[in-house]
């Protein structure tokens, strides 16, 4: 099965949105010839695509069931849209900061205390060495790279 026969109708993507950064949209008919034609999902809109190179198709979207796994790895398909929305589901609708990707955990800082260590745990971490880095991502209609940058080995005292 080659990648375009993927686009049938039914099938679940991701469609780019000048301040959402990501929309969800179902295909309505099978694609053909450079064009898709889909309705998105929260307005009801009826929208044709014009794919200029099929290398360039929208990003499908992961199965309901795997929406809001704990490891990102665990996702059919991983790229920028199915990250984030995974990122999103868990930390808004669940309150989870933390999410693996592998052996990479991913933590979103709410910027607010949460009552989720006790004085065990602290103590546990007291004293150690650990290194942070930080992803930094700014949803825009230039949508910048994420960057990542090392902040360097902190103690916690």
Not at 69 to 91: C, G, I, W
Not at 92 to 104: E, F, L, Q, S
Request: aromatic share 10%; net charge neutral.
């Amino acid at each position: 099965m080659t990648t375009k026969e993927l686009y049938t109708k039914g099938a679940r993507i991701w469609v780019e949105h000048p301040e959402k950064v990501w929309e969800s949209a179902t295909v309505t008919s099978d694609y053909r010839s450079g064009v898709l034609i889909v309705k998105l999902d929260q307005t009801d809109e009826i929208r044709q695509i014009t794919i200029k190179d099929e290398k360039h198709m929208p990003p499908l979207r992961n199965p309901s069931l795997l929406i809001g796994q704990n490891d990102l790895t665990s996702l059919s398909y991983l790229h920028e849209p199915a990250v984030l929305h995974n990122l999103k589901v868990r930390f808004c609708d669940r309150n989870a900061i933390y999410t693996y990707c592998g052996i990479v955990l991913v933590a979103i800082n709410p910027y607010y205390d949460l009552p989720i260590y006790g004085d065990e745990t602290i103590m546990a971490y007291r004293g150690q060495s650990m290194a942070i880095w930080t992803l930094t991502y700014s949803p825009s209609p230039k949508r910048p790279t994420p960057n990542w940058s090392e902040k360097g080995v902190i103690r916690v005292s």
